[in-house]
């Protein structure tokens, strides 16, 4: 167990809709990370954010979007949802940013668009 | 930009035998970390070990270890006496730093298989 946590396991829905991933980082951790692992794609950075602020971003489309909330948990929201919008979505947690912490990834939230 | 290559998209090893999964990368920056990620079936990613570019020695984790050869940018991942749960797909990663902040980039993964 890395200490992170991720809600919902699983999410099936349907094309054109609007889901929120949550994230809870671990204890003391301030960075939040989220990745996207699909089967054409491998596992992609989306994006960054440290004590609330946005810090980096990947290749995280204009129909996603995250924030972090003052008590560190983070939310990635994902609209007009797509059939290749389908993947597992992970968040992991690291103490600080730009230093050498291991990131530590939460069980991932395994989303189905139909 | 940063990238890392496994180019061996699944191997088969007999159980308690050792096995070495590749990894190259490449990268413009001086100062670099390389993970390895452990991912069962499950799903969930499990870090291994992490290799600083820095770092004089091999980093080592129980039966993990890592066969850093700077000059060659390789990082290899070694499992010594392989076991049946030891299956799973493995993930090489490098930290990246942009804007002052770290993102891992991944590699395509090798799929290892231990048969009894």
């Known amino acids: 167990d890395s200490g992170v946590t991720q809600t919902p396991k699983h999410l099936i829905t349907a094309t054109g809709q609007r889901v929120t991933l949550r994230c809870s980082p671990r204890s003391g951790d301030l960075s939040v990370y989220w990745y996207q692992q699909s089967l054409d794609q491998g596992l992609q950075f989306l994006i960054q954010?440290?004590?609330?602020?946005?810090?980096a971003k990947g290749n995280i489309l204009e129909r996603f979007s995250a924030q972090q909330f003052p008590d560190l948990h983070s939310e990635l929201n994902l609209s007009s949802l797509e059939l290749g919008d389908s993947a597992l979505y992970f968040c992991?947690?690291?103490?600080?940013?730009?230093?050498?912490?291991?990131?530590?990834f939460g069980p991932g939230t395994r989303l189905t668009v139909l | 930009a940063q990238k890392i290559t496994q180019t061996q998209p699944g191997m088969f090893v007999q159980e308690k035998e050792a096995v070495t999964l590749d990894c190259t990368y490449d990268t413009s920056d001086p100062s670099y970390g390389l993970f390895w990620y452990k991912q069962p079936s499950s799903g969930e990613m499990i870090f291994l070990i992490y290799?600083?570019?820095?770092?004089?020695q091999n980093a080592t984790e129980g039966r993990y270890s890592l066969n850093f050869q700077k000059a060659r940018k390789s990082a290899n991942l070694v499992i010594s006496a392989s076991q049946l749960g030891d299956s799973a797909m493995y993930f090489c990663a490098m930290r990246g730093v942009i804007q002052g902040a770290q993102k891992l980039v991944f590699g395509q993964g090798t799929r290892l298989t231990i048969n009894p």
């Open positions: 954010y440290y004590n609330g602020e946005e810090r």
């Open positions: 992991a947690s690291s103490v600080a940013s730009g230093t050498p912490n291991e990131q530590f």
């Open positions: 290799q600083g570019s820095y770092d004089q």
